[in-house]
């Protein structure tokens, strides 16, 4: 497969309908530009926020991009090893991004696919889950953006995991254990139950041998221990595709600024902006509870909108909880909370300027802060007996929980 010679042109399609067109141009160059059907709609639905111009429309005078694509395409794509073995298999240089988005557009997060431009193409099955992408590459499968190998799969009704061929999206992500880093699946199982516990929304979540799932390349099958399922909330149990961006992509910043070039009130603010100060609480009380369980890894990539009906975002489930402390000590936060990132605990100096910095009421914010540490120590002594981690790592945990809790809230741990 000679993706790299054979197009020059990317149709993208948002559900059933073609919404532009990714030209590779000379000097290796990459422009999107939007139909102009889907500029003249008033009821057009949303494809990032990052396109949205001030007075509400949709900014199209786009500029080209050198040598990667546009960054909301860009962060369509994986990162780091599951990058390189997509790549791989696709016979495309990992950092072909062009080649390699066309190599995977099939099945992409949210409800984007991408296909060779074609004048006359036919409407995309806006079921594209079961759509198959006949690129002659079966190993084409895993194709969802992230660090830590994942691997889209279908659960199956005995307990395993079987992962789809033909590129065909699944309905849980498999994330498959690490060797540097001890029981990460298991860690970020016993996270979002916590998580769950506390009231915040996450997705179902299994943990099952790697034995359990079927169709892994031949290096992974062998690996040792659990792997983490977790169903995808971008899919619908019809296979249809539900739209989703992390905040990498409405910032239309690239997965390699993803720490530090924004902060967690600059997120807020479009929560405020884009879903009311429900969404905005809501995101907070993920990041008290990230702050509870010492969780360093909450970057513009681990936060996500949904779009339900097509045009209005919502926060999506909760995701990539792991509390980070025990394999980095004196870890710190991925992005600045009120001006900080420590992991030791959250001020009212913190919240007040967290809060202005949002335009959202401080002493909202401190109540939401205050209960949510709170819940997080409650939900830890009804989960802690259960919670299969190693000792020492337990141990991390528990200090952090409880620690946060005296320091924010003035919550004991009880004897």
């Keep these: 497969m000679k993706l790299e010679t054979e197009y020059n042109a990317l149709a993208v399609h948002l559900g059933a309908r073609?919404?532009?067109?990714?030209?590779?141009?000379?000097?290796?160059?990459?422009?999107?530009?939007?139909?102009?059907?889907?500029?003249?709609?008033?009821?057009?639905?949303?494809?990032?926020?990052?396109?949205?111009?001030q007075g509400g429309g949709v900014v199209s005078s786009l500029r080209p991009v050198s040598r990667r694509l546009p960054p909301f395409f860009s962060n369509l794509l994986p990162e780091g090893h599951l990058r390189t073995y997509l790549a791989e298999q696709a016979g495309v240089k990992p950092t072909r991004e062009f080649s390699l988005l066309a190599a995977l557009g099939a099945d992409l997060p949210g409800a984007v696919t991408v296909a060779p431009f074609s004048v006359d193409a036919p409407a995309v099955d806006p079921?594209?889950?079961?759509?198959?992408?006949?690129?002659?590459?079966?190993?084409?499968r895993f194709s969802l953006a992230g660090v830590q190998l994942k691997?889209?799969?279908?659960?199956?009704?005995?307990?395993?995991?079987t992962i789809p061929a033909h590129g065909v999206g699944g309905f849980w992500i498999v994330k498959l254990p690490s060797m540097q880093f001890p029981a990460v699946a298991e860690n970020e199982y016993a996270m979002l139950e916590l998580a769950r516990a506390a009231?915040?929304?996450?997705?179902?979540?299994?943990?099952?041998?790697?034995?359990?799932?079927?169709?892994?390349?031949?290096?992974?099958?062998?690996?040792?221990?659990?792997?983490?399922?977790?169903?995808?909330?971008d899919r619908t149990p019809d296979g249809s595709r539900i739209h989703m961006e992390d905040f990498a992509q409405v910032f239309g910043l690239f997965a390699d600024d993803?720490?530090?070039?924004?902060?967690?009130?600059?997120?807020?603010?479009?929560?405020?902006?884009?879903?009311?100060?429900?969404?905005?609480?809501?995101?907070?009380?993920?990041?008290?509870?990230?702050?509870?369980?010492?969780?360093g890894d909450m970057h513009l990539k681990n936060w996500s909108l949904l779009y339900p009906d097509g045009r209005g975002p919502v926060l999506s489930p909760a995701y990539d909880f792991v509390a980070t402390l025990p394999y980095t000590a004196?870890?710190?936060?991925?992005?600045?909370?009120?001006?900080?990132?420590?992991?030791?605990?959250?001020?009212?100096?913190?919240?007040?300027?967290?809060?202005?910095?949002?335009?959202?009421?401080?002493s909202a914010v401190w109540q939401t802060v205050r209960e949510t540490v709170a819940?997080?120590?409650?939900?830890?002594?009804?989960?802690?007996?259960?919670?299969?981690?190693?000792?020492?790592?337990?141990?991390?945990?528990?200090?952090?929980?409880?620690g946060v809790a005296a320091n924010t809230c003035g919550r004991r741990e009880k004897p």
């Design 151 to 161: 691997f889209s799969a279908v659960m199956e009704a005995a307990g395993g995991l």
């Design 258 to 295: 993803k720490y530090g070039h924004r902060s967690y009130a600059n997120i807020a603010a479009v929560l405020r902006a884009e879903t009311g100060e429900q969404g905005a609480h809501e995101f907070v009380r993920r990041l008290a509870f990230s702050v509870s369980i010492g969780n």
């Design 18 to 53: 073609r919404v532009g067109v990714l030209n590779r141009l000379a000097g290796d160059h990459h422009l999107f530009s939007f139909e102009p059907d889907y500029l003249d709609d008033l009821n057009r639905p949303t494809l990032s926020l990052s396109f949205k111009a």
């Design 330 to 362: 004196g870890d710190q936060l991925a992005l600045t909370f009120g001006g900080s990132r420590s992991l030791g605990g959250i001020t009212v100096d913190q919240v007040r300027h967290f809060a202005d910095k949002a335009n959202l009421p401080v």
């Design 127 to 140: 079921h594209g889950a079961h759509r198959k992408f006949e690129s002659g590459a079966d190993v084409l």
């Design 199 to 233: 009231g915040i929304a996450v997705p179902q979540t299994r943990l099952v041998p790697v034995s359990a799932v079927h169709g892994l390349p031949a290096a992974a099958a062998g690996l040792p221990g659990q792997a983490l399922a977790v169903q995808r909330f």
């Design 375 to 402: 819940r997080t120590a409650d939900a830890w002594d009804g989960l802690s007996e259960k919670v299969l981690l190693p000792a020492d790592m337990r141990e991390i945990i528990r200090k952090q929980i409880y």
